[in-house]
């Protein structure tokens, strides 16, 4: 009985010495590295998510200046207020669209566009009443009898007074040719006029 005591002892004990020996320092050690590694998963998480705020941000800024940007290009548009299409005189020919523009600065110009004129030494650009140069305002000498052609409209001159646009021939005295604004367009135009300064005039209430 003794000896099998002492038998069943040693196996017993080198069944111990078979196993694995994990010291309790090397434990800790990997329960710190598991540690570290979720912070630094965490962190990397937490700065993930600022670059998001700040892209959001950067977009944020982008599209408002796009809006700013696109704000002050329709505040850089102009208004046509006046229109009417260019014919000839006589045996004179003259064809194209005559426009009335202002810009938001208050600044006016007469405009012709897509004109194709008989070409003449001395033709002058009025704004005139009825269609008589005499009652009306010099603009400008043509010298470019087809395209489009800007004439400024001095600050001074009042719209109302005017109603048609007359080519004339000084050297001449003979009429080239004119387009007259309808009365239904030119209260068209002041009416649009009105209602784009209104909505302008919001805008800027509305961003102070």
């Not at 950067?58 to 599209?63: P, V």
């Not at 005017?162 to 009365?183: L, P």
């Amino acid at each position: 009985m003794n000896n099998m005591n002492s038998i069943k002892r040693m196996v017993f004990v080198v069944g111990l010495m078979g196993l694995p020996i994990v010291s309790l320092p090397a434990c800790a050690g990997m329960m710190q590295d598991s540690k570290g590694a979720m912070m630094e998963k965490g962190e990397t998480m937490t700065k993930d998510g600022s670059m998001t705020k700040t892209d959001k941000k950067m977009m944020g800024q982008k599209d408002g200046s796009m809006m700013e940007q696109k704000t002050g290009m329709m505040e850089g548009q102009m208004a046509e207020i006046r229109t009417g299409m260019l014919a000839g005189a006589g045996s004179h020919h003259a064809a194209g669209t005559v426009s009335v523009t202002k810009d938001q600065s208050g600044h006016k110009t007469l405009n012709l566009t897509e004109i194709l004129v008989d070409q003449v030494l001395d033709g002058r650009v009025y704004l005139a009443k009825n269609g008589d140069y005499r009652t009306g305002i010099e603009l400008g000498k043509l010298t470019q009898f087809s395209g489009t052609v800007d004439f400024p409209i001095p600050g001074t001159v009042n719209l109302e007074e005017y109603d048609s646009v007359v080519i004339w021939c000084k050297k001449f005295n003979v009429e080239i040719g004119r387009a007259s604004f309808g009365k239904a367009t030119m209260e068209a135009g002041d009416a649009m006029m009105d209602k784009k300064e209104a909505m302008m005039e919001g805008k800027k209430g509305m961003t102070k």
